[in-house]
């Protein structure tokens, strides 16, 4: 069964678990890896990216001790064992694959990260409104439609912040799945070979962007509109109840497609191809899927809390008291109030919590996506053979 129009998908058919009874080499690796330049070093067509340099010929590192309820032993070309995976292991591989290609994974945030941060402090420095004051005299609902109008006029003055954050996402994660999917066969990857491999994929990741941005708002307008039909206090609880399920919806969707991205970049699957993957992929792990996500964004989360407390804050108030002033311009008023340096030392902390969360993202969905495929198709044989590990065959 080929999943992948034109191209040869790897251990029989994805979505059904073949490849969880395809035997495994059992010979632990001893560290003497020969290097193979011949067919079997390759990867599956279409389905992962040749590789830039021959694997190394030592130091795979494939002896691996229990744990996990995994098997004992595990060939490990790179930053993973080839083998299912728990969860905590592919976080730990995103990390790997971080501390490995430190150089690229920075060299990423500074091209990409910089020049986002430097357009979106302009936009806040010459483009966001004043907030609306608010009259303290008038009345509740007066009140209540003042807030509403300063709300509204907040939320489209950081729309094109949000275009700005949502292209560097994606052009950060594209090359950081080429970094990641590299990483885990052991070799390295530069920068100008990561844009090389992921700039031809960016229009149609920002098409998969957008509509599954279409389909979560859609999600939300469903559910919200029958309680705006009914317009009375039933029809306030009951939007509220519309309000929940939709975000439940939207999750259940955002879950269900969060492989497309990788096989978009990495099998470079149309969007409608790449979605169909996914959802056939995440099938019967939609829990197990959704729960590496939630901790990889409470990690991430907790990240960026740290550098915003040891790095952004401090130097943010020592920034504002070192001009004269006080810190309440920075929390009372608009971004447009603020002076160039607190913007400045907000951007820098900007940067280096994209650099590490982008990477930390992108790194966990790969190898989710490699981790479904190792269960589903048998991928960890494919991935020996490209590596030349030994025990793992040929391509006839």
Do not use: C, H
Request: hydrophobic fraction near 50%.
């Amino acid at each position: 069964m080929n999943d992948t129009p034109g191209r040869a998908s790897p251990g029989s058919a994805p979505s059904e678990g073949q490849g969880a009874d395809v035997p495994r080499p059992s010979e632990p690796v001893d560290g003497n890896v020969p290097t193979s330049n011949g067919p079997s070093a390759q990867p599956p067509a279409g389905q992962w990216f040749p590789p830039t340099a021959p694997p190394p010929s030592a130091g795979w590192g494939g002896q691996q001790g229990p744990g996990w309820g995994q098997p004992p032993a595990a060939a490990k070309p790179g930053t993973i064992p080839l083998r299912p995976l728990g969860v905590g292991e592919i976080l730990g591989g995103a990390f790997a694959a971080m501390r490995t290609r430190w150089r690229t994974v920075v060299g990423i945030g500074l091209t990409v990260a910089v020049p986002a941060q430097v357009a979106t402090i302009l936009v806040e420095r010459f483009l966001l409104p004043a907030p609306e004051p608010i009259d303290p005299d008038a009345s509740g609902m007066e009140i209540l439609r003042q807030a509403a109008d300063s709300a509204q006029a907040q939320a489209f003055g950081y729309l094109p912040s949000l275009a700005i954050s949502l292209v560097a996402v994606l052009i950060s994660t594209a090359m950081l799945a080429v970094v990641v999917s590299r990483s885990v066969l052991g070799r390295p990857v530069t920068l100008s070979e990561a844009w090389a491999e992921a700039r031809g994929r960016l229009p149609r990741l920002l098409g998969l962007a957008l509509l599954l941005l279409l389909l979560s708002t859609a999600a939300l307008a469903v559910g919200l509109l029958p309680g705006l039909l009914v317009g009375n206090a039933a029809g306030a609880g009951l939007a509220l109840l519309g309000v929940l399920a939709g975000y439940a919806a939207s999750i259940w969707l955002l879950v269900r497609f969060s492989l497309a991205f990788p096989a978009l970049i990495l099998e470079r699957q149309s969007i409608a191809a790449a979605m169909r993957r996914s959802a056939k992929l995440v099938k019967d792990a939609w829990w197990r899927t959704f729960g590496a996500l939630a901790l990889t964004v409470l990690v991430t989360l907790l990240v960026a809390l740290v550098v915003a407390l040891f790095i952004s804050v401090p130097l943010g108030v020592i920034t504002v008291i070192s001009e004269g002033g006080a810190t309440d311009p920075a929390l009372t008023s608009g971004a447009s109030d603020l002076g160039w340096p607190f913007l400045i030392v907000s951007g820098i902390g900007g940067v280096i919590i994209s650099t590490v969360t982008y990477a930390l993202l992108a790194g966990v969905v790969v190898l989710l996506y490699v981790d479904q495929r190792i269960r589903r198709e048998a991928l960890d044989l494919e991935l020996g053979r490209a590596a030349g590990l030994p025990g793992y065959g040929t391509d006839d």
